[in-house]
């Protein structure tokens, strides 16, 4: 059973990965009503997605108006939120710099989804990196609407 209402990607500076996640996510039908979101470990000011992220998310079919990356709050850590990160230094970050972090509730999205491998970092690479990426992303990101399906 799903327990979670919010699912938030948290990535870096939340305008690649992260932002990519949220986006694909919310193009899939969940069983029950989530809230969908993206945020930056370290945001300094509002940025917009990263150009060729986005490009690949439109060559996708997926729109990505409006996206601006948030820093990562304290409000975040609500008891039906699950926190979704990238690579385990991530993960590990947040529990540290959180104290109110519930470690059942911050996970790798690979590990949470039974994948073996962490979602690669294309920033600054060629365009192909981010097709890459996304291709990555919705694999992971498919078996992790199942999962949040199952038993609804």
Do not use: W
């Not at 409006?66 to 990562?72: K, P």
């Amino acid at each position: 059973m799903n327990p979670y209402e919010r699912i938030i990607f948290v990535g870096e500076s939340g305008t690649t990965r992260s932002a990519m996640g949220e986006a694909i996510l919310k193009e899939y039908r969940l069983k029950r009503p989530v809230e969908v979101g993206c945020r930056a470990l370290v945001a300094l000011f509002p940025e917009p997605m990263n150009q060729k992220a986005a490009a690949v998310l439109i060559s996708n079919g997926i729109n990505v108006e409006n996206h601006i990356s948030m820093q990562l709050s304290a409000e975040d850590f609500a008891e039906n939120t699950l926190l979704l990160v990238m690579e385990k230094p991530q993960r590990d970050k947040i529990l540290e710099d959180y104290p109110q972090a519930d470690p059942e509730r911050v996970q790798v999205l690979t590990e949470y989804v039974g994948d073996e491998l962490e979602i690669i970092d294309p920033y600054g690479g060629p365009l192909q990196s981010y097709g890459v990426c996304y291709e990555t992303l919705n694999k992971s990101i498919k078996k992790l609407v199942d999962k949040l399906n199952e038993g609804e």
